[in-house]
């Protein structure tokens, strides 16, 4: 008797599980059933009819192809809205008219002339206005194809009337270059007036008073005041400007046919290398005197040679 009883118990359990797992079943389905459905309806609440725009396209293009005027669709646009201005078409438009063809400007519609509604048209004035046009453009061009040829001639190397520019003339002007020709009788100036404290001698020695020796002297030495200006004694071309420990600072100028003048203790000088000098310039000024020429005092070192033999400078001084 137990043992149908626990059989019978247990039955009764098993069919209570199964109807329970049923009714769980069965709710799950209806719930998921649900949830479907409502997400369908969000679904095609949130889809964009795109049908409508497409035929709204098509209705607009038919229009526009129909003839409708672009100036209507914007006639109520006021020009501070938009920057559109209806005589402005683009390129290749279906729009575009030829004002050369038509004769059609945008102030004056077809059919009307510059007089009036009522005067009468020339068939043959566009063509009259192209042709002018024509005849204008070609002056115009032939003006401004005559001007560049004077341009370019200008520049062309070839042309036998080219221009000459301010920097070709100044090109030449430093290429020019004086002819110097200092010659036997020719005559030096005093390039400072003063005594001659040291004479030139070279057949004997004499006497230096600031080494206390007797030497041979190839130039002579004027005395001078300190900082008292020294000129050209002859026209020349500075060849060297240097500083030398017995006679300072030196300049030596080439006169042309070998001659040559060399000026020696000089300050403030004023003239470089290559430098082209005319008789009387001023070339710089008295400088205080060497420890070579302490006893003698300021002067001025003044040296000619020719073919680099020194030369006596007082037989070509003038008086």
């Known amino acids: 008797m137990s043992m149908r009883r626990n059989r019978n118990g247990v039955k009764k359990e098993r069919i209570i599980m199964l109807a329970s797992s049923a009714l769980v079943l069965t709710a799950l389905t209806v719930t998921g059933v649900y949830v479907r ?49 209806p005589f402005f078409q ?30 009468p048209t020339d068939q043959n004035a566009p063509a009259e ?24 001639g200008m520049f062309d190397e070839s042309s036998e009337t080219m221009t000459e520019t301010p920097e070709d003339t100044e090109a030449i002007a430093t290429t020019v270059q004086p ?19 040291i004479n030139y001698s070279m057949d004997k020695t004499i006497y230096f008073p600031t080494l206390q020796q007797y030497k041979y002297h190839p130039a002579i030495v004027i005395s001078a005041t300190e900082g008292e200006a020294i000129t050209a ?10 500083y030398d420990p017995q006679l300072g600072n030196t300049i030596v100028m080439d006169l042309g046919n070998q001659y040559e003048l060399t000026y020696g203790q000089l300050d403030n000088i004023t003239v470089s290398e290559g430098s082209y000098v005319t008789t009387g310039d001023i070339i710089g000024s008295v400088a205080s005197p060497t420890k070579y020429y302490s006893t003698e005092g300021a002067n001025v070192y003044f040296k000619l040679t020719k073919n680099g033999e020194p030369v006596n400078p007082m037989q070509m001084l003038k008086e």
């Open 37 to 85: 459905s409502s997400h369908r309806n969000i679904n095609e609440n949130n889809v964009l009819d795109l049908t409508a725009i497409e035929s709204g396209a098509e209705e607009s293009a038919e229009n526009t192809v129909a003839g409708e005027d672009m100036g209507t669709i914007f006639a109520e646009v006021g020009t501070d809205d938009l920057d559109y201005d």
């Open 90 to 119: 683009e390129a290749n438009s279906a729009n575009v008219e030829n004002e050369r063809k038509t004769g059609i400007t945008p102030d004056k519609p077809s059919g009307e002339s510059g007089e009036g509604n009522n005067a």
């Open 129 to 152: 206005q192209s042709d002018k046009k024509t005849s204008d453009k070609s002056a115009g061009e032939k003006e401004k194809e005559q001007k560049s040829g004077e341009d370019e």
């Open 179 to 197: 002819v110097l020709d200092f010659g036997d009788e020719d005559k030096l100036v005093w390039p400072i007036v003063g005594d001659i404290l």
């Open 233 to 242: 004694a002859a026209e020349g071309r500075v060849t060297s400007v240097s």
